[in-house]
């Protein structure tokens, strides 16, 4: 739980508990969950980001700061509280059927879809994020993407980049995939013109329509979206945080 204490001088000093377990394991760690549980945790952890807004100016002053800081990664870094805020979120059926397009290792534990349109700033920053993740997370984590540029004119990168996945070694294609995100967008087909990509093969056309299905199977519109194990990521985490969770059952 969350108390905030000030002296006489108005001083600030916060303490932060955390014994969520008591409500959301209460029987030898197995899942109880009901609505009360998951209010509860995440009323809770809303609170603790919002009291420190409100106290930041004065914690500030009064160098606690990063105490406060190190508390709230504490309680970000609880599987079971994680596991409990990402279980609200939206839920989208996906499987290794809706994309072969994967980063990291396809048997992990923790399966990460993000759901990317190859002419998307944000996405292109999201891939650098990703690729830095996956270094960090040492073969321990399976990154999936699925692609949608929203508009047939613009389907040809789509195609491409998984021609690139299906025609080349990872190595290969990881390096395209990089090298579009950070200079291929305004040369459009021209990226693509010397790298003896056959967008006009089969498998390539599968591939592309099963995108496509997976896309109008769960309206999705934004990009990048993110998925864990088909929970949507709660908006107070972002990628990185997910190192902490890598053997998370969902």
């Not at 891939?127 to 540029?149: M, P």
């Not at 591939?207 to 309206?219: D, I, V």
Request: hydrophobic share 40%.
């Amino acid at each position: 739980m969350v108390s905030a204490l000030f002296d006489c001088n108005g001083a600030a000093v916060v303490h932060f508990r955390y014994r969520f377990a008591i409500w959301v394991y209460p029987i030898h760690g197995a899942r109880v969950f009901n609505l009360s549980n998951l209010l509860f945790v995440g009323s809770v952890y809303a609170a603790c980001v919002f009291g420190l807004t409100l106290l930041m100016p004065k914690l500030n002053k009064g160098g606690e700061m990063e105490s406060i800081k190190q508390e709230i990664n504490a309680i970000k870094a609880n599987e079971k509280v994680f596991d409990a805020l990402l279980t609200q979120q939206s839920f989208y059926e996906v499987s290794k059927e809706d994309s072969q397009i994967f980063f990291g290792n396809p048997d992990a534990d923790l399966k990460i879809t993000i759901f990317t349109n190859p002419f998307c700033n944000p996405c292109a920053t999201m891939h650098k994020r990703v690729e830095k993740f996956l270094q960090e997370a040492n073969g321990d984590v399976c990154v999936q993407y699925i692609f949608s540029s929203f508009s047939p004119d613009l389907d040809f990168a789509n195609k491409y980049l998984v021609a690139a996945c299906l025609q080349n070694e990872r190595s290969e294609f990881e390096y395209i995939i990089a090298d579009w995100f950070e200079r291929g967008k305004p040369l459009r087909e021209a990226f693509f013109s010397d790298l003896n990509l056959d967008i006009e093969d089969t498998q390539v056309e599968i591939e592309f329509q099963k995108h496509e299905a997976w896309r109008e199977k769960t309206k999705l519109r934004a990009t990048p979206t993110i998925l864990v194990n088909g929970y949507k990521l709660p908006d107070n985490y972002k990628i990185e945080d997910l190192k902490y969770f890598t053997k998370i059952e969902v």
